[in-house]
């Protein structure tokens, strides 16, 4: 993908010219715009890049030897960019040439080459020999490779002057050439001999593993095997017999060794002396590792192959040989990754070869010793194993990408489900090329047409494994049939007990209600038969694969339940002496013998014997568990009949408690539901019922088929189905109410929304301390461990830190520092909050007392001395006072304490020691006796404050000039001290005699006169050297006497606020406590990325839109406070300054260090990469803090980790010290991989993004990018012009970390540590999953974090992510948790009003929603993205974790920031997204699997959080459109007049509560619940009301009714026709109007179409209805359908930025209008023209198969309801009602239709030639229309009614011909309709247009709209700025026309 030729040069040419500036970027970048197929060249222009400024002829000769090179590689040019690069490359070369001669030193090239090599080798090499640091061991490495190329450039330019090349410099080269052998890049260990004394390899944990691993001992190398060095090892043996490539080898080493010591650390901190890897932890690995392995053997019963030795020696080699074995076979298995049970296979033959290789088998074919079937030449494993495998998969996810549907093609899980059964085993090793597994239909498209029959081929594919997945509806009744099976037989109960009898449900025990409900059995039995009969059909294509038991049981399922349906009615009926009706005629076929009841009995309690069963393994789970997982053949055959034996989903309980919470949840919750529809709904709706089929009805007034009907069957229908469909949909309602009550109760024991604001904060801060050691620090061993229990979770209380403890007040201060600091880095808080909320670092050791942080001090102190000034010598009182309020206390003594302290060290003179010691100790005497305020006065204690104020400010300063004024002031002091508060005479007199001299009265000459403090050594000032510590103390009492106000605001900025109460909040709940950091799980991150923004470019966000507003302006305006902190943080009064100061970087063509801050301030308040990348990073400075605090002996835990960091460039270099410890013990814990598939492509092609991702590399030096590498090779073979790419899975790192002190410009590079082949391109199915599965062989660690590329992370929740990975060693449950759910919060809630109601919708789910579904309910799944997923267990399974007996949990101490959509179009693409994922998942095998293998409550839980609530969602709409057609039927037949008299037509109870349940859903109800009790529990109630009220007055309803429509819209369409993909959400801010059109495309088929149709219902309803019904009971009942309609329709020009803007409607207008006319074609996208559009609209029916056409044919005949009764409406028709009148519409509309279509057909043939002619027609055509209009008008009275009635009768019938002919498109277009068909269609789209936006513009006229519009889309200053931006905007308009002029 490198770029074509005209950019390259451009990328040439600009490099040229910015090559002075040796600017950090652009230059750098052309070593990297290389071609794939020349890679190899590379290397030498970064060279030449490097020594450029060194030697520019040696960098000319370095780039000409590259073109050599690059034309040696490629002669013939045949690879993508190669020509264009070597033209580019020559070019450059001839301009250079002549300029580097001039400047050449030496007299030839080669002389010069090697004199520079010299001096680079004595530079570089030799002065960094013997490097220890990390960081120096990179520039070695850097150093070695560079010399290596300069040496082949050497060899090269004396070869061509024919000059021998020096032996020194040979010499030296071998060494050279040695070292770079050992010193290639790694990634977290350096292994090399050399690196020996690193930090990290010194951990003795981390030697013994490399040493285990080295032990080879006994094992049989091949015969040609050359061993490389002495440190040959376990993984290197493998290599070689199975044909790994080398550098997945090097990546499972390492993963290996990391593993292993970190659970050998974590399990036995105390290392032995001697460096042993301990067997326990090998044990442990081992295990995880392979569980799934063993149960998988197991299952199949087949012997494992893991074999251990008898000898005890070898058991550990043998254990690493397993280990290292399934980690390479796992590392290169690419997208067999996905296929767990594959991998499982593979690894049983592979081990059992590695055991006959070990045990010296003989093969009985060759009689040689055992070799392994693919052997072992290089990459044989990738090309024998892992490509066939793969071949399949690409083969298959190549069909489906056709659009077949997923019954014709094998997804991943098929695949892998083969492995399932013991056929798995006829593949064979060697694998047969020809086995069915590698089978592939052959498409029938190629054989159809020769007329062949069917090829063998398709008989021997396959076909799908276990299940097939079919678009159908049936799938939510198969999948949960055991709950629709309860809810109908609940509702045949309720109508039987509420019709007969009394209608209470105690009636039930009268013997003819209970007989008559005993029927349930029998509709029971009808439901069991149609479920067997849907298992057969739904599983038709998956006969090939089934096994003959399964076929069998599908079998005999359904013959007994049509057995059952048989066997139930006869005997019921003869249960009754005088049976019923239904009763009856079955009684008439049989005998007529007498009745016996017994019989019916004894076959429900048969029929029932499962059941039982079934309730008996509910209550014991543990039986069941026993049943599910043993192998017996008589339990496997009771197991065979009740679920067909799989895999997954055995074993899926859960414990006793669990089981107990959650059943009583549903038990409650199923009564109340029963108990409201049965009261509701039900009963009051039975008597109405009864009375209508009473009433006889003779006069309809349409032409009615069935005149006869009996009990007005219709009108009943129309009652109930829309109350009926409300039962089945409002236990979602339900669910929602109790959810929300449960999830608030158990948020409030889990202690959330203590602290939610500042007051409460500070009211608490001092336990603060506490909690912070007991949750972030790990125990002493002396201490002991938390309380549990009931008692401990209503109280928890922690000591407070008394002053001695000096340990635990620094540690709370690091920590707290820590995160105030990084809300200052991220332009949080200022300078001064800042200042306000540190807690001393250097932490005094002279004063005793707890130092809290000013902002809770502060305005104490002149607080404290207006009192002591007004408490006229009352001592008791005053302390008393003072004490009352302990911060106040804290603040005097601290005050006066450093106020001693201070001055004590400043007075250096003897003389004046004395005077200053006297005074202190009578203080402290008085204080002590408790009586100061008695004896002093201390009404001029202010005076003394003020001028200790001044000396303050005068030490702040420390200039030298200002020291006379000092000793001023202490002379002041002294005087106010000795005259004004002491009063005592003797210490007066002290004073004099001190001032005095000899104590003669006379003269003094001046020489002898001594002023105190005057003297040149009496006061120290200024101090020299300033310490931290120091001028910490001085800003600290500064602040303390100074600020008069009180801190209550601060901090003032709302993010930092929420984050400081959540954080402290958080430490008040219960968690795990802290391990040390070394003793903790590992972890990695994981982040998938594509193409979003990695960092903001000046020009994006300086670039404005079509309002004038650019995104620095948007943010400024979002963000006025960070905004102004930031100018504050670069040092810039003001935003002129700040220009002013980037105009000048600009012209300096210095570093650009301004507008890199800038760009990443705006990048950091996006949803960047840049952020998210800071944000996990923040992972690693945590645990590096927490390793100091962990580690430091206590005079360095005393000196801070702020003095580590700061003097890191000094102590980097030894490198036993604390810091590179700290660092090394988090390399071991942590990393980030970024996965950014497309880097290789972008860097090639000079992208920005790359550039951007190469800084995100060099800023954090640990953060890795693993990316896909498309490479051209060319071809080996023949001379063939095409050059075949490869793929590999490539790491990075950057070559060389950010050194601050190194003078040289260095070039910011990457460095590739693995680069690993893969069998082909790495996305075959979706890409973001796909994207995830290539990178996840580079993380590390026990725990894996994913993290998507929209979230964000702080400081302060880092530090508890120890804490939470302990999680997985607590009890949860039966099982160990492998998934921990975390929290997010919503980031992006700020930027309008949707955002805002999304986020707090989203805010909703993931913490109260998450919270119930984790416990009580117990089916939380993985959902979102801050997860941490237990690695080993989803390493060895793949991602399916619940039902491989995962256990997920959900913990709501810790959050994670996460972004989502902001504008409407964005939410709904993401609604869309969403509802089609829960589409395909109502058809998947997992939500079927859960339905089955879940018990009766889980798998309520499961339906009702997952696909029921979509589906409840759709049964919501169905009601309205079922309920308005009952209504259109009932008026036009006429029955609605007929029976008007009826209770159940006039005032129908029952249906009003169906419809408000149905508005509650629709109008977000289910939303809204669970928010409020969410806000309500973190920020109060009262915060909850108001927002409530808000979100409705800025129409949160409207919005909730318009996405129920997108939901229903995507869910519907997915299930019955596909069409579901992944929709990249959008990640920018929304500040920009969307199109007319554009809303259009988007809306009109989920919206704006079926708005229209409900408008149309109503409307017909309002119209003929009208002349006999009360119009309240009307408005009532159709008032939230109005709403929809409204909602549906013009919700999004509602919510579309400035949509009611007059202009902007004009240009939509137009923009519109050319869509509409565009001509379609090949190439013409959809948003271009509407002819493509509309073709793109209908893709979706070209897959859905024959059952989709006949849905859709069946589903668009209620368009012709209308016509067929409307008809009859009409005045011209009224006597009439035969059915002529009915045949003749459609006369009248073919009529229509055929006029349309000849005048189209005329105007294509005659309109050039006869022009005339065609006119005249036309002119005829219309008049004969006219005139007919006229006659119909006067003859029989056609009125203006009639004509408005024809409309609305005639227009759905053009759309349901429309709806027919596009679902028969293939037939349609054969006839050659199709064009037409194409017109009517556009005349539709044009009609709805023009009603849509007909009242939009009518609003945007009155400029009022507009301005309400900005105030309820956006916040405050937004809009106030938008305002001012258009105003400018319009000024500069203005200026503009008239500078035309």
């Not at 409550?1497 to 029921?1508: D, E, I, K, P």
């Not at 928010?1571 to 009220?1589: K, P, Q, V």
């Not at 294509?1804 to 008008?1833: D, P, Y």
Request: charged content about 25%.
């Amino acid at each position: 993908m490198s770029s074509r030729g005209g950019s390259d040069q451009q990328s040439q040419r600009r490099i040229t010219r910015t090559q002075t500036a040796g600017n950090l970027g652009e230059s750098i970048f052309d070593s990297e715009v290389v071609p794939s197929s020349l890679v190899e060249i590379a290397p030498i222009l970064r060279v030449a890049n490097e020594i450029e400024s060194d030697n520019p002829r040696v960098a000319y000769l370095c780039r000409f030897y590259a073109f050599e090179k690059a034309h040696r590689l490629d002669p013939t040019s045949s690879g993508r960019g190669v020509r264009q690069f070597k033209t580019a490359l020559l070019q450059r070369l001839e301009r250079e040439n002549d300029p580097t001669l001039m400047g050449r030193v030496k007299k030839s090239d080669a002389r010069e080459m090697q004199s520079f090599y010299q001096h680079y080798y004595k530079k570089y090499i030799q002065a960094l020999q013997n490097a220890a640091d990390k960081a120096d061991r990179a520039r070695l490495t850097k150093a070695y490779q560079t010399a290596n190329v300069l040496f082949e450039v050497l060899k090269a330019v004396n070869m061509t002057q024919s000059v021998e090349v020096d032996p020194q410099i040979l010499e030296a080269h071998d060494k050279v050439a040695k070292k770079t052998e050992i010193y290639v890049p790694y990634n977290i260990l350096p292994l090399d001999p050399d690196s020996a004394n690193q930090a990290i390899m010194r951990y003795p944990e981390i030697q013994a593993a490399v040493l285990a691993l080295r032990n080879t001992r006994g094992l049989p190398w091949p015969k040609d095997y050359k061993k490389k060095k002495d440190d040959e090892d376990i993984l290197d043996w493998l290599q070689a017999m199975f044909g790994f490539q080398k550098d997945n080898v090097a990546n499972q080493r390492e993963h290996l060794i990391l593993l292993l010591a970190n659970v050998h650390i974590r399990q036995f901190p105390k290392p032995d002396q001697q460096p042993k890897l301990d067997d326990r932890a090998l044990t442990e690995v081992m295990k995880k590792l392979f569980k799934n392995y063993r149960k998988w053997c197991k299952y199949l019963d087949r012997q494992s192959s893991l074999w251990l030795p008898t000898i005890q020696q070898e058991v550990q080699q043998r254990k690493l040989l397993y280990m290292g074995l399934y980690l390479l076979i796992w590392g290169e298995a690419a997208n067999l990754r996905f296929m767990p049970e594959c991998l499982c296979y593979i690894y049983h033959h592979m081990a059992f070869e590695l055991y006959g290789m070990l045990a010296g088998n003989v093969s009985p074919m060759t009689g040689e010793n055992v070799k392994p079937a693919y052997g072992g030449e290089e990459e044989a494993f990738l090309r024998k194993v892992v490509s066939p495998i793969y071949e399949v998969i690409a083969k298959e996810a190549e069909r489906s990408k056709r659009g077949s549907k997923h019954s014709q093609w094998r997804n991943y899980d098929d695949l892998n489900e083969y492995f399932w059964s013991v056929d798995c085993f006829r593949l064979g090793w060697p694998m047969r090329a020809d086995a069915d597994f590698f089978c592939l239909p052959f498409d029938q498209l190629q054989f159809v047409k020769n007329g062949d029959n069917r090829p063998a081929g398709k008989e021997r594919w396959m076909g799908k494994i276990n299940f097939v997945e079919i678009r159908s509806f049936w799938h939510v009744f198969r999948s949960f049939d055991r709950m629709w099976s309860f809810f109908i037989l609940c509702l045949q109960v309720m109508i039987i007990v509420a019709w007969n009898g009394s209608g209470q449900p105690s009636s039930i025990f009268n013997s003819d209600v209970f007989k008559k409900s005993l029927t349930v059995f029998i509709t029971a039995a009808i439901l069991k038969l149609g479920q067997a009969v849907l298992d057969v059909i739904l599983s038709w294509k998956a006969r090939r694969s089934m096994s003959s038991h399964v076929k069998l049981r599908y079998i005999l399922k359904v013959v007994s339940a049509a057995a059952w349906v048989i066997v139930l009615p006869v005997t019921y009926a003869y249960s009754w002496d005088n049976p019923p009706g239904f009763a009856q005629t079955i009684k008439s076929w049989f005998s007529q013998s007498s009745s016996s009841p017994s019989l019916f009995i004894l076959a429900v309690v048969v029929y029932l014997s499962p059941n039982m069963l079934a309730a008996i393994l509910f209550l014991f789970p543990f039986i069941r568990r026993f049943l599910e997982r043993s192998n017996y053949r008589i339990v496997m055959l009771m197991m065979w009949w009740s679920q067909p034996r799989l895999y997954v989903g055995r074993g899926m309980h859960e414990s006793t408690f669990s089981l107990f919470k959650y059943t009583m949840f549903w038990v409650l919750l199923i009564i109340t539901k029963l108990a409201f529809s049965y009261y509701v709904e039900i009963k009051p709706l039975v008597g109405p019922t009864k009375a209508i089929m009473n009433v006889k009805i003779r006069n309809f007034q349409w032409h009615e088929f069935f005149p006869r009907a009996k009990d007005n069957l219709g009108v009943v229908i129309a009652l109930w189905a829309p109350i009926i469909l409300v039962y089945f949909m409002d236990t979602q309602i339900w669910y929602a109410i109790f959810s929300t009550l449960f999830g608030g109760i158990y948020g409030a024991f889990r202690r959330l929304g203590e602290i939610r604001t500042l007051g409460m904060l500070r009211s608490r801060f001092q336990s603060l301390p506490g909690a912070f050691n007991a949750c972030l620090i790990p125990l002493e061993k002396t201490e002991q461990t938390k309380k549990k229990g009931l008692k401990a979770t209503l109280s928890r209380n922690f000591a407070e830190i008394s002053p001695n403890k000096e340990k635990e007040a620094a540690r709370f201060a690091q920590l707290w520092n820590k995160i105030i600091t990084s809300f200052r880095e991220e332009d949080l808080i200022n300078n001064r909050e800042m200042g306000l909320l540190l807690v001393p670092y250097w932490a005094d050791r002279d004063l005793d007392l707890i130092q809290w942080p000013p902002f809770l001090l502060a305005s104490k102190i002149p607080i404290a001395l207006d009192m002591a000034k007004d408490s006229n010598g009352k001592d008791r009182e005053l302390k008393k006072r003072i004490q009352t309020d302990n911060y106040m206390y804290c603040a005097v003594r601290e005050c006066y304490a450093s106020f001693r302290n201070i001055i004590k060290f400043l007075v250096q003179g003897a003389r004046e020691k004395e005077v200053i010691d006297y005074i202190f100790s009578e203080v402290d005497r008085h204080i002590e006796a408790g009586d100061l305020i008695t004896e002093y006065r201390m009404s001029a204690l202010p005076g003394l404050s003020e001028h200790f104020v001044k000396l303050i400010k005068y030490l702040l300063d420390n200039k030298q000039e200002d020291r006379d004024q000092v000793v001023i002031l202490f002379q002041d002091m002294l005087e106010v001290m000795t005259r004004d508060i002491m009063m005592e005479d003797h210490i007066s007199s002290l004073v004099d005699s001190i001032h005095g001299g000899s104590g003669h009265e006379g003269m003094t000459p001046l020489d002898q006169q001594y002023q105190l403090f005057a003297s040149s050594g009496a006061i120290k000032f200024p101090i020299h050297p300033v310490t931290e510590a120091w001028k910490e103390k001085i800003n600290r009492l500064d602040l303390l006497l100074t600020v008069k106000e009180s801190a209550m605001d601060v901090p003032s900025n709302l993010d930092a606020r929420r984050r400081i109460s959540f954080f402290s909040n958080s430490l008040f709940m219960n968690m795990p406590t802290a391990p040390k950091v070394r003793n903790m799980f590992s972890f990695s991150v994981l982040t998938p990325y594509y193409t979003e923004d990695v960092l903001f470019s000046l020009h994006d966000l300086e670039v404005e839109n079509e309002d004038g507003v650019s995104i620095l302006f948007y943010l400024q305006k979002i963000f006025p406070d960070e905004w102004s902190n930031f100018l504050e943080r670069v040092k810039c009064r003001n935003e002129e300054e700040f220009r002013m100061k980037l105009q000048k970087e600009e012209e300096l063509k210095g570093p650009k260090e301004l507008e890199e801050e800038l760009r990443l301030w705006a990048s950091y308040r996006g949803q960047t990469l840049t952020k998210t990348v800071r944000g996990m990073m923040y992972y690693r400075k945590a645990l590096e803090l927490q390793a100091f605090l962990d580690m430091a002996h206590d005079e360095d835990l005393m000196e801070g980790y702020k003095a580590v960091e700061l003097n890191m460039e000094d102590n980097s270099k030894g490198e036993r010290s604390l810091w590179a410890q700290c660092q090394a013990v988090t390399d071991m814990k942590f990393t980030y991989v970024v996965s950014c598939q497309q880097y290789g492509i972008h860097k090639r092609s000079g992208d920005t993004r790359a550039q951007d991702i190469l800084k995100l590399l060099t800023t954090y030096p640990s953060l890795r990018v693993a990316y896909v590498d498309e490479v051209e090779e060319p071809s080996k073979e023949r001379p063939k012009k095409i050059n075949q790419k490869v793929y590999y899975s490539a790491l990075v790192k950057a070559a060389l970390p950010k050194s601050s002190n190194s003078s040289d410009p260095v070039q910011i590079l990457d460095q590739v540590i693995y680069k690993i082949k893969l069998p082909g391109p790495a996305i075959l199915g979706e890409g973001k999953p796909e994207n995830q599965n290539h990178a996840i062989i580079f993380t590390r660690g026990e725990g894996l974090q994913t993290i998507d590329m929209n979230q964000d992370n702080y400081m302060e929740e880092a530090l508890k992510m120890r804490n939470l990975l302990q999680e997985f060693l607590e009890e949860h449950g039966v099982r160990p948790p492998t998934i921990l759910g975390l929290r997010e919060h919503i980031f992006t809630g700020s930027v309008s009003s949707l955002a805002w109601f999304m986020s707090n919708q989203e805010t909703s789910f993931v913490t109260i929603g998450q919270r119930l579904l984790a416990n009580p309910l117990k089916v939380r799944f993985h959902y979102g993205h801050p997860d941490v997923f237990d690695r080993l267990f989803h390493l060895t399974r793949g991602f399916n974790s619940t039902l491989r007996e995962g256990n997920v949990t959900h913990h709501e101490y810790i959050q994670v920031g996460k972004g989502r959509d902001v504008g409407l179009n964005q939410i709904s693409m993401f609604e869309a997204k969403i509802a089609n994922g829960n589409g395909e998942q109502t058809l998947s095998r997992d939500i079927y699997r859960l339905g089955h293998r879940f018990d009766f409550f889980r798998m309520l839980s499961c339906y009702f959080t997952t696909v029921g609530f979509y589906f409840s969602t759709l049964i919501t709409v169905l009601t309205v459109y079922v309920f308005l057609y009952g209504r259109l039927y009932l008026v036009l037949s006429g029955l609605e007049e007929g029976l008007i008299t009826q209770k159940a037509i006039r005032d129908n109870k029952p249906l009003q509560v169906a419809l408000a349940s149905q508005s509650f859903v629709q109008i977000g109800f289910l939303m809204a619940l669970p928010m409020l009790m969410e806000i309500g529990l973190e920020r109060g109630f009262r915060t909850a009301l108001s927002d409530f009220i808000l979100m409705q007055l800025q129409l949160a309803p409207v919005f909730f009714t318009f996405s129920l429509g997108t939901k229903t819209h995507y869910y519907g369409r997915t299930l019955l026709h596909g069409g579901a993909k992944y929709r990249p959400t959008g990640r920018g801010f929304v500040v920009f109007h969307a199109k007319f059109a554009e809303n259009y495309r988007l809306y009109s088929r989920s919206h704006f179409v079926k708005g229209m149709e409900m408008m149309l219902l109503l409307l017909v309803y309002q119209i003929f209805g009208h002349s006999y019904r009360g119009s309240v009971a009307y408005i009532f009942i159709t008032v939230s359908m109005w709403f929809m309609v409204g909602t549906w329709l013009f919700a999004p020009f509602l919510f579309n930025p400035s949509g009611f803007e007059w202009q902007k409607i004009v240009d939509d207008w137009t923009d519109w209008n050319k869509w509409i006319s565009n001509r379609g074609g090949i190439g013409v996208p959809p948003e271009k023209s509407w002819e493509s559009w509309w073709e793109e609209e209908q893709e979706h029916l070209k897959y859905s198969g024959k059952r989709g056409t006949i849905a859709e044919i069946v589903l668009a005949l209620r368009f012709f309801i209308y016509q067929y009764g409307l008809v009859y409406h009409l005045h011209i028709a009224e006597k009439t009602k035969s059915f002529l009148v009915y045949g003749i519409s459609w006369l009248v509309i073919f009529l229509i239709l055929f006029v349309m279509k000849t005048v189209s057909v005329g105007r294509r043939r005659f309109s050039a030639n006869f022009q005339l002619m065609f006119r005249l027609i036309k002119g005829l055509i219309f008049l004969t229309f006219v005139s007919i209009l006229v006659t119909l008008i006067a003859l029989p009275h056609m009125t203006v009614q009639d004509i408005i009635v024809c409309i609305l009768a005639f227009m759905p019938t053009g759309w349901g011909l429309l709806l027919i002919a596009q679902a028969c498109k293939p037939m349609v277009h054969q006839a050659g309709f199709w064009g037409s068909v194409r017109t009517l269609a556009r005349g539709y789209e044009v009609v709805m247009g023009l009603l849509l936006f007909t009242p939009v513009a009518f609003l945007a006229w009155f400029p009022f709209v507009s301005e309400f519009q900005t105030r309820m889309l956006f916040n405050q200053a937004f809009s106030r700025g938008l305002q001012i931006s258009r105003i400018l905007g319009g000024q500069r308009k203005d200026r503009a026309s008239r500078n035309k002029e």
